[in-house]
């Protein structure tokens, strides 16, 4: 019997799909999120790429070892996202439009160690701006 091959995604690894990346429960405000995490190279070169769409108040969480400027683009991200960048305690410094398969740079004006991708709007949507702390980030937010 022939295996079937799965796509290949950045470097030729497989994609991941949908429910093989890590879960993690987090909240800002009264929202909560249901975020996949990526918390290695190779997850987060991926991200949200290929895929075509996204459940109600669920994005991607990016975690990274250290503090900086991490900067995103979307080429091969088929949808629109918004990005929230957070420093080491959750607090949102920047949260940033993206466009959908482009590859402009989305940059925090802070280093920070985390970032959000939701839907497109949605921090908007939610009143969800720059000062505001998203919990339960790893360290006990």
Same mark, same amino acid.
């Given at each position: 019997m022939a295996a079937l091959a799965?796509? &290949? #995604?950045p470097a030729d690894r497989p994609i991941k799909q949908p429910g093989e990346?890590? =879960?993690?429960?987090?909240?800002? #405000?009264?929202?909560?999120?249901h975020a996949e995490v990526a918390a290695n190279d190779a997850d987060r070169e991926q991200g949200l790429m290929y895929?075509?769409? &996204? %459940?109600?108040?669920?994005?991607?969480?990016?975690?990274?070892?250290e503090r900086a400027g991490h900067c995103f683009w979307m080429k091969n991200t088929l949808i629109p996202l918004s990005i929230a960048f957070m420093g080491d305690d959750g607090t949102i410094s +920047?949260? +940033?439009?993206? %466009?959908a398969e482009t590859e402009n740079n989305h940059c925090p004006t802070r280093a920070?160690?985390? %970032?959000l991708e939701m839907e497109q709007g949605w921090f =908007?949507?939610?009143?969800?701006?720059?000062?505001?702390?998203?919990?339960? &980030?790893s360290g006990g937010q």
């Open positions: 799965q796509p &290949l #995604g990346f890590p =879960t993690v429960q987090l909240s800002v #405000g009264l929202n909560l999120i895929r075509k769409s &996204l %459940a109600p108040n669920s994005g991607m969480l990016f975690v990274f070892d +920047d949260i +940033d439009e993206m %466009a920070g160690r985390y %970032a =908007t949507k939610h009143g969800i701006r720059p000062g505001m702390q998203i919990k339960g &980030l």
